[in-house]
Every structure is written in structure tokens, then in C-alpha cells.
């Protein structure tokens, strides 16, 4: 037995609503958080439920894993919707995603979406222009038809985290600055040995984003989370007038508009990769490239101003969330999100925390165990 | 009025503003009375703060296009210039990229910035043989401290008249001065983008000669965003390149040589002075460093020496250990409140305030194209890692002036004319090797710089506790019991704190804003301050319209 029932890795949204889960259950939690790069201070506040056209195109063999995931996106924002009525508002609104398609064969691209979403329980529909107009005429005039997915929306990830940080603080939940380099179980005690202290803790939870997968080598799994530089820009505010999330069926691109009247532009364009332990910059080639792209597709944006670009570390996998204990070690438990993991972030807290709870996870979590990583033998 | 001659004129808001050929928008409206320029989310008005684009309080929607800075932007003839508005709508007419025009620069030295230390820089190079582009963002370039006229007619005094001949030199060298060029974007390897009229600018040059100045740091008190609350730099700029004078009545405070002289200029120009607040104390109090001033460069000694005779011959009231304490309107005008070390309080009735209490240098170029810096705690603020030639530790990219650091024009243009021959002499024009002179001269202009600055109060106040309601971040209108408030929650680093309480997200960067914040997280963590301790450079270096954008990428992709 230790001081602290709960260790976790990672202070991002998953290790935020982790502990608020855990700490709220009585336990006593403290989060190691190294305090670079996490994605839930950089992400661009999608709620995203539809297969984004970027990781199909990307990596179609994920395709496979993401479909098969769509169930849980769709539970994933009911548990955004829930944190916001317990610790919001977020300035969430979920008015729904719009996928803009340019050409015909896009337009047959998201039918055949359309479909096999509608099958997995996605409420998604296919619009034509003068329907997609009757509430986004802004948009530019070869914009042929969309795909609306209502069960998409968005939020204010800043006011999120700050919200859900003071949250966390009030149930008692320690955050320290540190550096994980591994991690051990000996007697029944689970060590993190730190850059600057050694933690103990009668469990793990690894909520470390990219950096999960190098603290579960050693125990045997080959969990391939692999850090991805991404491009974001902001845009001076201005009247508020596009309530749905935009994207569009081939090209890269998010677009929404904040509750403060600004324009988040973003979409996966890569930001240069100065390894994991230095902020990502900002390439030129993404930043007028996926600006230009907004503004083709609304082109009344053109007249306001980008204010701010930033770069930020995503993390992705195999296209499906990393939940549960490693075979091999039970004190550690995995809760890594995976392909828009800012919406996942809190039912994938859930979900682990009900696993170290010993209560029943909201869904099933023995799809995402951790095992299909062990790693071969030699 | 005169009903003979046809005037020039816009609108604001409906009325009719008349205005002089070259004036800008801010100082048309200034002379005509109207400081309160745009609205803000909070329903305040703001008006002209800086005078040099960097604030961006001044914003004002023309002919329809929101977001324009009034300052940076020439009056016109039959413009309909309007309040800012907060949320403005989103609206086709004015968004389209402006077509063709775009230009690609690629000369042998490019130098940023058209001040003391950047037109030095362009002579030296041009005259050892490099071909020479210099961009700068005023209407006419001279910089700060030879404040060129935009209007027509003779220079105001010998030091806008050494600046003409400066600028006029630059050009008979060859080199190419553009003006009216907002650089954005600044990427390794020596890529620069910029607006230019509108159009998109685009520099691969082979060096780069940073030398973008300095600006104005103020005093954060309860009501330092009002209008008619202005940078001195600002006030001087209406005056100087403008004619206008800020108000009729005016105080200025804060610290530093600067003040005193702006004080005179206004008084000069028929400004009503009522009170010059100098936080340190007078320079009798510091006798060795005036005299280690004073035996390094007697001229300027002596000039600062006769500015003070000046200011008491004109009955201009100047108070040391005094310091501002509080702005609040007062019908059309301001009472401005001011403390002084013995405890006793003033306050006087002004149209304008002017602020400065120092300087910080505009290094975001430097910063995004990660030249080393270190903090001074004696400025307290970053200084550029030069070496003898003034090169970064970016082969091929220079930095002269303000921009690396305080240090003044005669140091700046010393710089200029060191790093203009070394950035030729890199490319096989010249030779470089007989530089000595230009350097002891240089440590002499540093030595000065040093003694006059143990005179004034350069270092910013660590222990100053404003009213928490006092604003800090203008843009956000973002208090400092907010800062507080984010300060507790997470105390770890300066990005941490603007992202918890939005400090610094606005549209002026965190210029103003950042430096207090830095100070506050390194105060309460005890670290160290240094260049990390700053929010991360980011572009774009100043907001840029997507339009813009747009067509610096068509620009890139013709070239490419
Ligand atoms: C630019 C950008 C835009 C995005 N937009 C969206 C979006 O709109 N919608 C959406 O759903 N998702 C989006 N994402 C993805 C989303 O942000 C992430 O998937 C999500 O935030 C991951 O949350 P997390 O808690 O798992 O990890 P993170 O938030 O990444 O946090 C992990 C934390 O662990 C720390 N850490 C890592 N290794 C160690 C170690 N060894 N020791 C100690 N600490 C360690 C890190 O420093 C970090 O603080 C975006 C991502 C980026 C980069
Ligand atoms: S006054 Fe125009 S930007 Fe500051």
C-alpha cells in the first residue's frame, strides 16, 4: 500500500476526467504530467462522430477500426454533453457536421458514407446544395452537396480544460511536473521513475498520449502511438454565423466558430516535427495551404484577419482507442483515445476508470484491450 | 472654414472630417476630436495607443473592410470610415484577394526595418556592392527616432532633417525602399512574407539585416485603455510625422529621456503641457552616472542637459519620483492621478496622456527564426546573442538596433553600417577587415547608453501590485486578478496561463501583456527569466487577412 491508490501518466483530458472520476470515487490520485505537448491544450474542439475523410485517406487500413468505433463517437459526445452539465458550459453546441462535397464523385463518396454509417447508428444524411442552403447559403458556389451528421458539434477546449483543471483541484487530485521514463510493478507497488522523482501508487493509469507506447515496451506490448504534428490557425472575431462543424470529403480541413466569434481553421495539415519533448512549428506550406482551402470554401471569410497559428501534438494508433489493463501487469492500465481523441477523451476516462473501479465501463472495453498489442515472441 | 478651396474629407460615422494630404486616419481624427475608434467585446472604447500598428486598438472599418489600423492607414478622399464594431459581419464584398501585383524579392541583403540602424545597414551594404531591398512598414521610412514627415513641406528640426538626408543617402546608394510593407510571416532558411499594398510581397534573400526597433512599454493603471491614453512614441509620431498635436493639454509620464523631449515637442508645437512625471529621480541624485554619460558622449549629455533648461524656461512642471496612478474620463477629457515618492498626489485634467516606461524590442523575426537571446535584468527585457559583426546565431541573419536590445540611434546606425558591410563582405562584396573604428565607437555609444539608462528607471517594476481590476491584456480585457486567479490554478509557464485565462490571445499577440505575465509566472515559480520564460513565437507576426494569404500562396506557387 501507497499514498496514492491512483498514479496517472498524462494530464490531458483523458488524465483530467480520469481522476475526477477516480478522486470522486474516493480514491486518492495524483497525475504526473511532463507538460509539453498534449493535444488537449492544442486541439481544435471538434466533436467529431463521422469517418473524417483525412484518416480514411490517410490510413485506410485504420478504416476498418475507425468504422468499427463509430458507436463509441457517438457515445463519446453524449459523455462531452454530460461533463458540460456537471462542470460547463464548454460552450459546447451540437447543431451538427457538415462534409462538403465539391464534385460528384465526392458527392458518391458520401453516400456510400452516409450508408455505412446510418448502419453503425450515426444519424448522417446526404444534402443537396439548396438544402445544404438553407442554413450555410455562406458557402462558396461550387459546393455541390454535403453529408450533415447531427450528432456532431463543438466546444471551446481551453475553457474545457480550465473548467475541468479546477474541477480536478477541488476533489483533491495532486498534479505534479515530471517525466516518466518507465514504469515498474514490484510487491504489489507500481513505480514511475521520473526525470526528476521517483512516484509510487498502488496502480497506473497511462494517459500519456504519445508517449504511452514506449512506457508499456517493457511489459511486453508494442503499442505503435506515434506523435503527429499538427497545424492550427485563429481568426480575429467577427458576427457569429456558422454553427455546424465544416469539413470537407477529400481535402484536409476543420472549420468551426467559437463562442467568441472567432474562426478555428485546422484539419490535420502537419506542422514540423522537432521531436516529442519540443513544441512542433509551423510550417508555411500548411498555413496557406489550409488557409486558402477555408477560404475557397467560405469566401467571405477572406476579409477578416488569422490572428494566431499554433502547433500541436496529435497522437494516433492503429484507429481505435488502447482501454484496459496490460495483460501482463493489471496494476497498469492503459486509457489511450486514439483518432479524435479530444472527443473520446472523457468516455475513454470513463471507461478505464470503471475498469479500476471494478465498476461496469458505459460500453464494452474488450474491444480496445491493450492485448492486441503483446508483442511476438522471439 | 474656407468655403474657396475644395478640402479633403471622410466620414466617421456620418460627420465630416476634413484632413491634410498625408495625414493618416487617426491623426485626421485626433485633430477632429474623435479618439474613441473601435468598441470592444466589453462594450469599451478604444482609440490610438501605440501609433505604430502594433496595438491595434485603433481599428476602424473603411468603406466596408473591418479591422483597418487608423494609424497605418493614409486618409483618403470620400472614405466612409466607421466605429469598429467587436463582431463584425462576415461579407463577401470585401474579401477577395486583390489580383495580381504580387512581387518576389530576392536580393543579395534584405533589411527589415527602415530606422537609424536599417538605412545605415543599406548604405554600408549597397555602397560595398550587394544588391539591397529595405522594407519597412510606415508610409515613410526613418524609424523612431527620425520620425519623417508624411506631409509635404520642410523638416521640423535638425533631427528629422539628418533622418531625410539618411534616407535620401540610402536611396542614391541604390537600394530599393519599399514602405508601407507589413511582413507576416518569417520561416528557416530565410523565407519572408508580406502584404504590400494589398498585394503579396515575397523575400529569399540571400541575408537578412533585422532591424525592426523597439516599442513602447507602458504603466498598467486603472484606465491606461482609455482613449486619448497614448504611448509618448505615439504622441510624438502625430507630431512629427503628422502635425497633429495630441490634444490641447497634455501630461506625459513614465521613464526616460523620451518624455522630457515629446514634452517639448508638444510645448514647441503649441500643446498645452501640464505636468512631465519622471518615476526616477532627478539626475543630480546620480552624479557618476551622468558623469560616466557625459564623458562618453559630451553632445548628447549636453542636449539632454539643455532640454531640461528648456522645459523650465517654457514653465513645463517636471516632477521626479512621480508616477502615474489612475486614468478616468472626465467628460471629453481625462483626469489623469499621479503619486510621488514623498507621498504627495497631483492630478491634472488632460486631452492626452502619453506613457513610456521603456522599451521592448520587436524581436518576434529574430525569436521565430530562433536566434538566440538572453534576458537583461537591467532593461528587463531579451537581447539578441550577437557576435562582433552583429550575426546572430542564424548564419546569415543580422540583427542591428533597438531590436536586439536597447540601445539608442547613434549605437543603432554604428550596428547598421558593422553588419551592412559584413552581410555584403559574407557575399564576396568587400572586405569586412578594417572594422575596428566602427566598433570602438560603438562600445562608446553603448557605454553612454548604459550610464544614461542608471539615470532613468529601465527595469520594470517586479513588486508593482496594480488593482486587480486593472487591465492587463487590452485585446482580452483580461484583469490582473484574473491573471491571478490562472496564476493559482497552474503557475507552471506563461503558455500555461494564457491559455487558462486567455492573456495574450488577442490581436496585438501579447505584446503588451506578455512581458507582465512572464514576470508574474517567473515571480511565482522562482525561475529564472529567459528567452522561454516569453509566450512562443508564432506567426503570423502581425494579423494578417486571409485575402492575404491567399495570395501569397498564389504568389509562392508561381514561383515554386
Ligand atoms: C492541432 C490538433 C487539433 C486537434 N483537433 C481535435 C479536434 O478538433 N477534436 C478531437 O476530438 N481531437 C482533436 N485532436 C486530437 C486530441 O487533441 C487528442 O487526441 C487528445 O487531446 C488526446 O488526449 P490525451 O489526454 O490522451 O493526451 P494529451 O492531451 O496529448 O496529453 C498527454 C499528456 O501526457 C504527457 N506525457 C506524455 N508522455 C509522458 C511521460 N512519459 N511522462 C509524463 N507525462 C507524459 C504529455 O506531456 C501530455 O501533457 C487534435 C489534436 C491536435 C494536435
Ligand atoms: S494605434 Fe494603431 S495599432 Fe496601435
Known amino acids: 500500500m501507497t499514498s496514492t491508490d491512483v498514479l496517472i501518466v498524462g494530464g490531458g483530458i483523458v488524465g483530467l476526467v480520469a481522476a475526477i472520476e477516480l478522486a470522486g470515487a474516493g480514491m486518492k490520485v495524483k497525475i504526473i504530467d511532463a507538460g509539453i505537448n498534449a493535444g488537449s491544450t492544442a486541439n481544435a474542439g471538434s466533436l467529431h462522430v463521422q469517418m473524417q475523410s483525412r484518416f480514411m485517406r490517410l490510413y485506410p487500413g485504420q478504416v476498418p477500426n475507425i468504422e468499427a468505433s463509430l458507436p463509441l463517437y457517438r457515445a463519446a459526445v453524449e459523455a462531452w454533453v454530460d461533463l458540460d452539465a456537471a462542470h460547463g458550459p464548454f460552450d459546447l453546441v451540437r447543431k451538427g457536421g457538415l462534409m462538403l462535397a465539391e464534385s460528384p464523385d465526392q458527392m458518391a463518396f458520401l453516400e456510400q458514407k452516409v450508408q455505412r454509417e446510418t448502419a453503425r447508428g450515426v444519424r448522417a444524411e446526404l444534402l443537396d446544395r439548396a438544402a445544404v442552403d438553407r442554413f450555410a447559403p455562406w458557402l462558396g458556389q461550387q459546393i455541390i452537396g454535403a453529408e450533415l451528421c447531427l450528432d456532431e458539434g463543438k466546444l471551446n477546449p481551453l475553457v474545457a480544460n480550465v473548467r475541468l483543471r479546477a474541477a480536478a483541484d477541488r476533489l483533491g487530485v495532486r498534479i505534479e511536473r515530471d517525466w516518466i521514463s518507465a514504469i515498474t510493478v514490484e510487491g504489489g507497488i507500481v513505480e514511475a521513475r521520473g526525470r526528476n522523482f521517483t512516484h509510487h501508487g498502488d496502480r497506473v493509469l497511462i494517459a500519456a498520449a504519445w508517449g504511452a507506447g514506449p512506457l508499456a515496451r517493457s511489459h511486453g506490448l508494442d503499442i505503435p502511438t506515434r506523435a503527429e504534428p499538427l497545424h492550427m490557425n485563429i481568426t480575429e472575431p467577427c458576427q457569429t454565423r456558422i454553427q455546424h462543424l465544416i469539413q470537407h470529403a477529400e481535402r484536409s480541413l476543420t472549420l468551426k466558430q467559437l463562442g467568441t466569434g472567432q474562426i478555428v481553421i485546422g484539419g490535420g495539415w502537419p506542422a514540423e516535427d522537432r521531436g516529442e519533448r519540443t513544441v512542433p512549428g509551423v510550417l508555411y506550406g500548411s498555413l496557406l495551404g489550409n488557409v486558402a482551402l477555408a477560404a475557397q470554401l467560405i469566401p467571405s471569410i477572406g476579409g477578416i484577419r488569422i490572428i494566431r497559428t499554433w502547433a500541436g501534438m496529435n497522437t494516433t494508433a492503429d484507429g481505435a482507442s488502447i482501454i484496459g489493463p496490460l495483460p501482463r501487469a493489471g496494476r497498469i492500465v492503459m486509457a489511450v483515445p486514439g483518432d479524435a481523441g479530444y472527443t473520446l477523451g472523457p468516455l475513454v476516462a470513463r471507461m478505464a476508470a470503471a475498469e479500476m473501479l471494478g465498476r461496469d465501463p458505459p460500453r464494452d472495453t474488450a474491444p480496445f484491450s491493450p492485448g492486441r498489442f503483446a508483442a511476438q515472441s522471439p | ?560
Open chain 2, 1 to 560: 472654414m474656407a468655403r474657396t478651396m475644395p478640402e479633403a474629407t471622410f466620414t466617421f460615422n456620418g460627420a465630416v472630417i476634413p484632413f491634410r494630404d498625408g495625414q493618416s486616419i487617426a491623426a485626421a481624427l485626433t485633430e477632429a476630436g474623435q479618439r474613441a475608434l473601435r468598441r470592444t467585446a466589453q462594450g469599451q472604447d478604444r482609440g490610438m495607443f501605440c501609433g505604430m500598428g502594433v496595438c491595434q486598438d485603433c481599428l476602424v472599418t473603411v468603406n466596408g473592410t473591418p479591422n483597418k489600423r487608423a494609424c497605418m492607414t493614409a486618409a483618403a478622399n470620400g472614405l466612409t470610415i466607421a466605429t469598429q464594431v467587436a463582431f463584425p459581419a462576415l461579407d463577401t464584398a470585401h474579401a477577395a484577394p486583390p489580383v495580381g501585383g504580387a512581387r518576389s524579392l530576392s536580393p543579395d541583403v534584405l533589411v527589415i526595418g527602415g530606422g537609424a540602424g536599417g538605412l545605415s545597414a543599406a548604405i554600408a551594404a549597397c555602397r560595398a556592392g550587394a544588391s539591397v531591398v529595405v522594407l519597412d512598414e510606415r508610409k515613410v521610412a526613418g524609424g523612431q527616432y527620425y520620425k519623417q514627415s508624411a506631409l509635404k513641406g520642410a523638416p521640423l528640426d535638425t533631427q528629422q532633417a539628418e533622418g531625410a538626408t539618411l534616407l535620401a543617402e540610402a536611396r542614391d546608394s541604390g537600394a530599393e525602399i519599399i514602405q508601407g510593407v507589413e511582413i507576416w510571416g518569417a520561416f528557416d532558411g530565410l523565407l519572408f512574407l508580406a502584404e504590400h499594398d494589398g498585394a503579396a510581397l515575397i523575400a529569399r534573400p540571400k541575408t537578412a539585416i533585422v532591424a525592426t526597433g523597439a516599442y513602447e512599454r507602458p504603466r498598467m493603471v486603472p484606465g491606461w485603455t482609455l482613449p486619448g491614453v497614448m504611448t509618448t512614441g505615439a504622441a510624438q509620431t502625430l507630431w512629427r510625422s503628422y502635425r497633429t498635436l495630441p490634444g490641447q493639454r497634455v501630461a506625459v509620464c513614465g521613464s526616460g529621456p523620451l518624455n522630457v523631449q515629446v514634452g517639448l515637442e508638444l510645448a514647441n508645437g503649441g500643446a498645452e503641457v501640464a505636468l512631465v512625471a519622471e518615476a526616477a529621480p532627478p539626475p543630480f541624485t546620480a552624479p557618476l552616472p551622468a558623469l560616466r554619460a557625459a564623458l562618453a558622449d559630451p553632445a548628447l549629455t549636453w542636449k539632454g542637459a539643455g532640454m531640461m533648461v528648456r522645459l523650465r524656461r517654457l514653465g513645463i512642471p517636471l516632477r521626479n519620483r512621480t508616477v502615474l496612478t489612475k486614468v478616468a474620463p472626465e467628460g471629453t477629457a481625462l483626469r489623469a492621478s499621479f503619486a510621488a515618492a514623498d507621498g504627495s498626489r497631483q492630478e491634472c485634467t488632460v486631452d492626452a496622456l502619453c506613457m513610456n516606461d521603456g522599451f521592448e524590442p520587436q524581436n518576434e523575426i529574430l525569436r521565430l527564426l530562433g536566434a538566440r537571446m538572453r534576458y537583461d535584468p537591467i532593461f528587463g527585457h531579451l537581447r539578441c546573442e550577437r557576435d562582433a559583426i552583429l550575426e546572430t546565431s542564424i548564419s546569415g541573419l543580422f540583427a542591428v538596433g533597438d531590436c536586439a536590445g536597447l540601445g539608442g540611434a547613434p549605437a543603432a546606425a554604428c550596428e547598421g553600417r558593422i553588419a551592412g558591410r559584413a552581410a555584403a563582405a559574407r557575399l564576396g562584396f568587400g572586405e569586412a577587415t578594417d572594422l575596428y573604428a566602427e566598433q570602438r565607437l560603438l562600445r562608446r555609444h553603448r557605454a553612454f547608453q548604459a550610464a544614461l539608462w542608471r539615470m532613468y528607471r529601465s527595469t520594470p517594476e517586479a513588486g508593482i501590485e496594480p488593482d486587480s481590476d486593472t487591465l492587463v491584456c487590452r485585446c482580452e480585457e483580461i484583469t490582473f486578478a484574473q491573471l491571478r486567479a490562472g496564476l493559482e490554478l497552474d503557475p507552471g509557464h506563461v503558455g500555461t496561463l494564457k491559455r487558462a485565462t486567455r492573456v495574450g490571445m488577442g490581436r496585438c499577440q501579447g505584446r503588451y501583456c506578455g512581458p507582465v505575465a512572464a514576470r508574474l509566472v517567473a515571480r511565482e515559480t522562482g525561475a529564472e527569466m529567459q528567452d522561454l520564460s516569453y509566450f512562443a513565437p508564432r506567426v503570423p507576426i502581425k494579423p494578417v487577412s486571409i485575402s492575404a494569404i491567399l495570395a501569397a500562396r498564389e504568389a509562392l506557387d508561381d514561383i515554386d
